[in-house]
């Protein structure tokens, strides 16, 4: 495709070139915009249609001096994968010979004490192989998390079950508490979306709630409009609207356009210990100018509409959004031309949105 | 997040309906909408406002019915990644100490011939350390390339240079003729462009090229508006506004509008034999309906406007698109929503999207 062909003779001077790729010279009938000695844009001299373009690049690339834009969605990337290289800390859980999950050699000892559900193998810990059916396991698991809930080993109990399998198109091997998930280190699903608005002026504003300081989780912190966790038995898409019309009020005909968008997934340590491993499905929802979200039970203390210059900014700054909203608003980021490919680092912040297994 | 509290004694009916997860019941007050008893859309019953999202998911599982779409979707990835595996074929090509290659070993007995340039190493095939500076480098490679070339070894020259390193923003230690890119199996990057277009009832519609029947690498065959690989010097941003106008005359008022988001990453055996390892900066271009991109070289032979659900057929179906511009398209088509969450598969098929090292 390329036919600006160039002799060997001229490689001292494509590689002097080559070093200077933070300070590319335009082309020929271009303007490029530069900021900190950054080209971000070209545009072709003149065009007056590109203002608007030129004004967004301009607050991008102010946000990247003064915060180090890419420097800093790493730290938040990083953040959510504190598990990377800890996968030996914790014995695998099998079912019928299968691994689907990782635990503490502490949790596994206090469900050892229940020898006719976990037997001990010569890795890990497995589910005694007399429970040969989901309903079986999911009954006899239950009933030793009960247990260990009234001795406190649980905490944070939901009331809510989770499938617990080697992939989300799997079969569930068995249902489990969604409080035990990171317990026992099975995979974990949930929905997040991007509530959105185009404005009049071509700029973007997005949805950003502040989770309710009485909260058991990031009480306080900045969040997506509308998120939740994947519970069994309905699709993520049903997901979506439910979600929508009891975290923030929109009315199921608005929430219907949410559109997938792929998935971010990652491994941490979860406040329990155990492993956390997250597959968050992504969803972008553009919502109109005069609709706005209403907190519905409490959850949510207040909703902001941000241009999505300032949350590209809080959200490098670290410390205002909770984490997997951050790498979720970063995924957001990289889909809709926030951060340019010449920015260093680019495509080992992309790469990082699913550093967990994606499956 | 989710309310929607269950006892544990009703894990076996919660079960029953994981298990139909492709038979999901709406919820109340909602119509699902089914296609070949998978339900891919919830709505509301009776709003008019989503007749026309109906029809976009109705095109959408027409399409998948007939042409099992993420299966479809799936042998494409595969095919960019058909090295998957193969890496212990080919042997390390470092440049002071760090591997920046993969070479035939055939291919690096030829090299071997020049002892003043490669030497072999225990594991591989290293550049000589009396080489100090990346302009020294360049110039003993493109000596010896060049007499391979005269040989017939290195088919298909450009007279254009690719970078060699180990990530797109590490200093190049090299750089090196583009027709031996996968000959020396060094990461390569270009720039792939979706052309797209909104038309007035909502839909959406992607320009299409296909290659000049005379053209040496895939002839025939079906294109994205714009693709090219990524020279040194200039950044992909630069490139992006080039290549449009060289390949499709889109001016450059217009290709500015191009709006980075991701990349795309796989790792596949040449047909020269050696590893192709690409990296594909991917930009979404959203044109205006009246305008149409012209052929300007020969390269192309015509330019389609086919609206996004044909494409995405076509691609499913394989064989008509350059594969690696097919899984960029799979990347459009999850990206803004055309691929759904519960298609089995869909984590797996996202996951393949950057198989390659991506960075």
Known sequence: YIRNSRSIGSSASVLERSRARTRYKGLQGFLTYNTGGVTTGVFFSGSPDLASQVRHRSFVMAAKTA??????????????????????????????????GFILPSFASHLME??????????????????????ARTEAVANVLAGLRDCGLVPGWR??????????SAEPALLIERAAASLFGIKAYGVHINGWVRRQDGSRAMWVARRSRTKQTWPGMLDHIVAGGQP?????????????????????????????????????????????????????LELPEGFAPEPQDGEV?????WPVERVMQVVAEGGHYKPNCAIVIIDFLMRHGYV???EEGYLELLAGLRQGECS
């Open 301 to 305: 203390e207040e909703f902001f509409l």
């Open 114 to 135: 229940h020898g006719d559900v976990f037997k001990a193998t010569e890795a890990g810990l497995q589910l005694s192989s007399d429970l040969a059916t989901p309903e």
């Open 159 to 168: 009331d809510e079950l989770f499938p617990v399998a080697t992939s989300f």
């Open 232 to 284: 069994h038995g309905i699709s993520p898409t049903e997901n979506v609207v439910k979600e929508c019309g009891e975290e923030a009020g929109v009315p199921p005909a608005l929430a219907a356009a949410a559109r997938p968008a792929g998935a971010v997934s990652y491994e941490c340590v979860n406040t329990d210990g155990g492993l956390k491993r997250d597959v968050m499905f992504v969803y972008d």
């Open 340 to 342: 340019a490919p010449e």
């Open 67 to 100: 915060n180090n834009l890419v420097s800093g969605f790493r730290k938040c990337v990083d953040l959510c994968n504190d598990a990377a290289g800890l996968r030996g800390t914790y014995i695998p859980f099998e079912v019928e010979g299968t691994t689907v």
